[in-house]
């Protein structure tokens, strides 16, 4: 390719939802974007799903929807006791939702970054591992939480989200046309710990898919103990499953990335999996349009690399979401510490609450004085042996919460 070709406003590294979703965002306000990634045209193998009104404040959320392989409009939880909310649920369609974030004006480029440098021309020069070099405006991660281009003060997380996850016959499998977010119950013959819980949905098609999850563990779950739980739960052998089984290991937690050099995180790279669930993409493409507006407004002022860069992880993690962070931290040093029994307690509790307090809790862009309210108000309803476990544990957490107009 020529030197023309290689320059670009913006360069996005990463093909995900996260990436696809910001290349989007800058080509519909006329930023010349090329997303790198090693498979850019790789359909997605892993199952998202998300609630579906945190969508809602999309201008676009009427044709999201529409990306959905199926929806809920009740959702079913077990801890001690079965909750059913009725708040709709949907899984998307991989391939539609990857279609629906295909713009005519966004490049692909099938490679690797190795190296962002700036020039002396106040441009960005970035190397790819085939000795190839593109020259942009702007630097965006969307690689997902491996990525070396991003620093952080240590690479400790607060602990690790596993699943292994199979698609079966619906038939005995999951009750039809229901949709389990988390089934907290201890199967038939399997001791207590690690507190995993059951994520299962009826595709309506004939099929299921089951998932077995251990919340946050200290270190990660393997594949054959988590296997066997679903085995036990289901009374079925999925020892020989080959076809469609997901595997999954999220680093949960941990310190944010700093905000050196001209590379800005976004999406999971950033830091956007949610502490406690361990969700991300809804939270992406809800941030995608604030991320681009704010970035293309500096392109076009013309400011400098630094300018760029501070401007896009401003909108990326404005100070408010920071608060947020540390309270969601808070839970899941608090939950990595309690018993499957109390675990089971402590989400009858949390589900018990209004709805508007236990949704606005499951996103990483809710106000931190909110979450703090609702969560003094969830220390308060749950049992005194896990209050003790609260305050014996994370004490300071404790207090930010209590006392939330002195500490955010």
């Not at 947020?324 to 029994?341: E, Y």
């Amino acid at each position: 390719m020529s030197s023309i070709a290689n320059k670009f406003d913006v360069l996005i590294i990463g093909a995900g939802p996260a990436g696809r979703a910001l290349a989007f965002e800058f080509a519909r306000l006329h930023q010349s974007v090329v997303i790198v990634d090693p498979n850019p045209h790789e359909l997605w193998k892993s199952t998202y799903g998300t609630w579906v009104d945190d969508l809602d404040n999309r201008e676009d959320a009427s044709d999201l929807r529409r990306c959905f392989q199926q929806t809920w409009p009740q959702v079913r939880v077990v801890g001690k006791i079965e909750h059913q909310l009725s708040r709709p649920y949907g899984i998307f369609d991989n391939g539609l939702l990857q279609k629906y974030f295909t713009h005519d004006a966004v490049s692909y480029h099938k490679g690797e970054v190795v190296r962002v440098q700036l020039g002396d021309d106040n441009v960005l020069h970035v190397q790819l591992s085939a000795n190839e070099q593109f020259e942009v405006r702007a630097v965006f991660d969307c690689g997902g939480t491996q990525s070396s281009l991003l620093l952080r003060n240590n690479q400790q997380t607060g602990g690790f989200q596993s699943a292994y996850g199979v698609h079966t016959e619906a038939t005995g499998a999951v009750q039809a046309g229901s949709f389990t977010l988390m089934d907290w119950s201890t199967p038939m013959g399997a001791t207590a710990n690690p507190a995993t819980f059951l994520y299962a949905f009826d595709l309506g098609n004939g099929t299921a898919m089951v998932e077995e999850t251990s919340l946050v563990e200290r270190e990660p779950v393997s594949d054959t103990v988590l296997r066997q739980r679903l085995e036990q739960r289901l009374g079925r052998d999925f020892s020989q499953a080959t076809q469609q089984v997901e595997h999954v290991r999220i680093a949960m937690g941990g310190s944010l990335p700093l905000r050196l050099g001209h590379v800005v995180g976004f999406g999971a790279a950033a830091g956007f999996i949610h502490p406690v669930t361990g969700y991300s993409v809804a939270a992406s493409l809800r941030a995608a349009p604030r991320v681009a507006r704010a970035v293309s407004d500096a392109l076009v002022r013309a400011e400098s690399a630094d300018e760029i860069a501070r401007a896009g992880w401003n909108a990326v993690w404005p100070t408010s979401f920071l608060r947020t962070r540390v309270l969601h931290d808070f839970g899941l040093a608090a939950l990595s510490r309690l018993t499957t029994a109390d675990i089971q307690v402590f989400f009858d509790n949390f589900f018990s609450l209004p709805q508007s307090h236990w949704s606005g809790y499951l996103r990483i862009d809710t106000k931190a004085r909110i979450i703090a309210q609702h969560m003094t108000r969830l220390f308060f309803n749950v049992p005194l042996r896990i209050k003790i476990k609260l305050v014996r544990k994370s004490p300071l957490g404790l207090v930010r919460c209590l006392l939330p107009g002195r500490f955010l």
